[in-house]
T-cell receptor
Framework: NAGVTQTPKFQVLKTGQSMTLQCAQD?????MSWYRQDPGMGLRLIHY???????DQGEVPNGYNVSRSTTEDFPLRLLSAAPSQTSVYFC??????????FGEGSRLTVL | KQEVTQIPAALSVPEGENLVLNCSFT??????LQWFRQDPGKGLTSLLL?????REQTSGRLNASLDKSSGRSTLYIAASQPGDSATYLC???????????????FGKGTKLSVKP
């Protein structure tokens, strides 16, 4: 059972570069979300989606972009990477108000 | 704005002890509350989900309770084992956060260490 799959697991970027973190789920979940986890800050919601074609901002959306063209995929785009975006990123999915399932995370370092 | 707090931030117990982890939330208008486990360098694994209409859920040695009126949830771990060592996070699914659908608001977790 694949569940929630994130790629890449590790990435190093230079300031100003752009990249996309991929997230895919095979559970036909309507709800998908992206969190970042930083020491002392806990998990903070970046963007979320309640279905294909619908996205909305979370607590810390600046510098990130998302789209939801299919139910399965929810990529997170960093438009111009900054050192403050060094973090571990988690994608999660669920039924609309059901149990939330997480991917293994993507560790991003911005130099 | 919903805030979720977990106290203590860290807890160390000897093997075999029963223990309780605490989670409090400021807004009782929640859909559900979920407990997770996170091992170092890993993702979050769901342990228990309690719907707002439920008082508790059990899975093996774990029992989670929910008291919406007091804004509290507890995770009870029976007969703790070294393999239980991990960070435990709770998250409340709010009824309204920037839209019509609920998002999870996380506590910062309790780091549990079970000594052999």
């Amino acid at each position: 059972n694949a569940g929630v799959t994130q790629t890449p697991k590790f990435q190093v970027l230079k300031t100003g570069q752009s990249m996309t973190l991929q997230c895919a789920q095979d559970m036909n979940h309507e709800y998908m979300s992206w969190y970042r986890q930083d020491p002392g800050m806990g998990l903070r919601l970046i963007h979320y989606s309640v279905g294909a074609g619908i996205t909305d901002q979370g607590e810390v959306p600046n510098g990130y972009n998302v789209s939801r063209s299919t139910t399965e995929d929810f990529p997170l785009r960093l438009l111009s990477a900054a050192p403050s975006q060094t973090s571990v990123y988690f994608c999660a999915s669920s039924r609309v108000i059901g149990e939330l399932f997480f991917g293994e995370g993507s560790r991003l370092t911005v130099l | 704005k919903q805030e979720v707090t977990q106290i203590p931030a860290a807890l160390s117990v000897p093997e075999g002890e029963n223990l309780v982890l605490n989670c409090s939330f400021t807004d009782s208008a929640i859909y559900n509350l979920q407990w997770f486990r996170q091992d170092p360098g890993k993702g979050l694994t769901s342990l228990l989900l309690i719907q707002s209409s439920q008082r508790e859920q059990t899975s093996g040695r774990l029992n989670a309770s929910l008291d919406k009126s007091s804004g509290r949830s507890t995770l009870y771990i029976a007969a703790s084992q070294p393999g239980d060592s991990a960070t435990y996070l709770c998250a409340a699914r709010v009824t309204n956060y920037g839209g019509s659908q609920g998002n999870l608001i996380f506590g910062k977790g309790t780091k549990l260490s079970v000594k052999p």
